[in-house]
């Protein structure tokens, strides 16, 4: 009887199967294809819109509070709070930039400054910071003096995720603005904001007038209240940011030799020149590692391609444990990722025991399926990805309580749905390139139901 149904189940997965992809149909394995079928399924919606199934509701918010008015304007401290789960801002830090609505100007700004200060010449005496239409602002670098500073200032634009460093996911600085509006009648907000992150990749919304922010004083025993508050929600898509994947994804276990690689040309593919070779003299030579102004990385030779390869090897699989390691790697000469995340789906993630060196952390996007979490580094031990190179690489083992109804290791099962590394989702081998159990015991009612019970799952995400 439960034979039959979960036929059954398998039955009707199969026909939302050919419904959603029909590329599906020529795949070997039913259980792949649900993965495959799912993976597009996401491409092709995220592509769609700034939309991330791994953490729905990330977005960056750009907060203006008014302090206090003047005589030709307002001052006020802006804001940006990034609320995406995993996916921060690395350096060399984020620009942001808006239009003015009328004439306004930037009398003087604290604990950030505008590239440029444009043309200031109808001003005498008292020349304003920055007289654009456009103005484009940058944070400070760590270290300038106190008097330039304000809290969560002084970054240099690296602005940590929700998920890892709730504390270092905010960044502030302070703006005078002058031929402004000095009332909440008559004040014009700032309109068509721009964030880069460092690279491109986000989108604004409209700046929006939101209750005003209640402060609390230092010593907690009074509360302030800003006079006007406007906000103004960014959000991020992959697509928007690159073309190609910036990571790609390996996998090999205990029970094959064979090392399944990054599929060829993940990242782009290589030429004469994108590329230099791991054994290249030029290595020695100095300044290979210096980072350059325009962040173009310098690439280690790969048939991927991709500044970063994460590696997932099962490793061990003993009666109601089995153990993952997972294994991160550096191809960019010209980048050392600071605090970086590496995020995983699985669905055994649910019931991870121990994860040995690195920081582990549940994410539970849909609240009811627990599936997904996010590895990063230990502070000061290594929450540093080191350039390409011998010391380029990290690892990590983890030890999952093996969810008795649905572990197995055929399949592919036992190899993650999805990976990000620094937010951005990772190329994964295709199904059938997925390493193999050897022949034996194929035929298992066990699998039958397994295969049913994980398609539920991803059907589960599916609608
Ligand atoms: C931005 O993210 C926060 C935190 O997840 C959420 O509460 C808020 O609704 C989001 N805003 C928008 C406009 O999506
Ligand atoms: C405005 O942004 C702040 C964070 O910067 C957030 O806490 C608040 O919920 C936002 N308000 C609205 C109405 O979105
Ligand atoms: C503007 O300020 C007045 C009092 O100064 C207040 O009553 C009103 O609600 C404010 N309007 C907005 C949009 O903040
Ligand atoms: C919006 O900002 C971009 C970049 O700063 C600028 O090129 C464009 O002209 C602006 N659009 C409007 C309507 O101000
Ligand atoms: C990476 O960090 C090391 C040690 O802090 C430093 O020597 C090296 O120059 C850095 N490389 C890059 C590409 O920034
Ligand atoms: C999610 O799984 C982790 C173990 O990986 C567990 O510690 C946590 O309690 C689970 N959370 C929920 C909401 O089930
Ligand atoms: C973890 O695995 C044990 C053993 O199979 C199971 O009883 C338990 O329900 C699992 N926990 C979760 C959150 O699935
Ligand atoms: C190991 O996996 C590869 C790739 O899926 C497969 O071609 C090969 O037959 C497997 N090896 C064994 C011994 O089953």
């Known amino acids: 009887m439960a034979l039959n149904s979960s036929a059954k189940t398998v039955q009707e997965i199969s026909f939302k199967q050919k419904f959603h992809c029909q590329k599906c149909r020529y795949r070997p394995f039913a259980g792949m294809n649900l993965v495959f079928c799912t993976v597009v399924f996401f491409m092709i919606f995220s592509s769609a819109e700034a939309y991330d199934p791994l953490d729905p509701f990330g977005n960056i918010t750009i907060k ?43 009398w003087s700004m604290v604990g950030a400054q505008a590239t440029e200060q444009g043309d200031c010449s109808k001003f005498k005496g008292n020349v304003p910071h920055c007289c654009l239409r456009n ?57 068509n904001f721009t964030l880069l992150g460092p690279g491109p990749g986000y989108t604004c919304g409209p700046s929006t007038i939101v209750p005003s922010t209640v402060f609390l004083t230092a010593d907690r025993r009074r509360k302030t209240q800003a006079l006007m508050t406007w906000n103004v929600t960014c959000t991020y898509s992959q697509f928007l940011a690159s073309k190609n994947p910036t ?40 300044g290979i590692n210096t980072p350059r102004k325009d962040n173009i990385p310098l690439l280690q030779c790969t048939h991927h391609m991709c500044p970063i390869r994460v590696h997932w090897h099962v490793k061990i699989n ?10 991160v790697t550096n191809f960019n000469y010209r980048m050392n990722y600071t605090q970086w995340t590496l995020v995983a789906q699985h669905p055994n993630l649910n019931n991870v025991t121990q994860v040995f060196s690195f920081d582990y952390k549940p994410l539970v ?99």
């Open 64 to 106: 203006w509070d008014v302090m206090s008015w003047t005589p030709d304007g307002y001052v006020a401290v802006v804001t940006m709070n990034n609320f995406q789960l995993f996916r921060h801002i690395i350096t060399p830090g984020w620009t942001l930039g808006w239009s003015w609505a009328k004439k306004e100007v930037i």
């Open 365 to 463: 996007p849909y609240q009811s399926i627990n599936d997904t979490g996010m590895f990063y580094g230990m502070k000061f031990y290594n929450d540093l990805l080191m350039e390409a190179g011998p010391f380029g690489n990290i690892q990590s083992e983890v030890l999952l309580q093996k969810n008795k109804e649905t572990f197995t290791l055929k399949q592919g099962w036992a190899f993650p749905r999805k990976v990000y590394f620094n937010g951005d989702e990772c190329k994964l081998p295709p199904p059938d390139a997925y390493p193999v159990l050897p022949n034996s015991a194929r035929r298992n009612p066990i699998v039958l139901f397994t295969l049913a019970a994980s398609a539920l799952l991803m059907i589960l995400f599916i609608s």
């Open 135 to 191: 103005p484009v602002i940058v944070d400070l670098l760590p270290g300038v003096p106190y008097n330039q500073q304000i809290s969560n200032c002084c970054k240099g634009g690296v602005v940590a995720s929700w998920g890892q460093d709730p504390a270092g996911s905010v960044s502030s600085f302070q703006v005078s603005v002058g031929q402004a509006g000095s009332s909440n009648k008559t004040v014009k907000l700032p309109k």
């Open 318 to 327: 003993y009666r109601d444990y089995w153990r993952v390691k997972i294994a």
């Open 247 to 286: 990571c790609c994804v390996s996998f090999s276990s205990f029970y094959n030799d064979t090392i399944t690689p990054c599929p060829t040309c993940s990242c782009g593919c290589r030429n004469k020149k994108n590329c230099i070779m791991s054994n290249s003299k030029e290595l020695k030579k100095g």
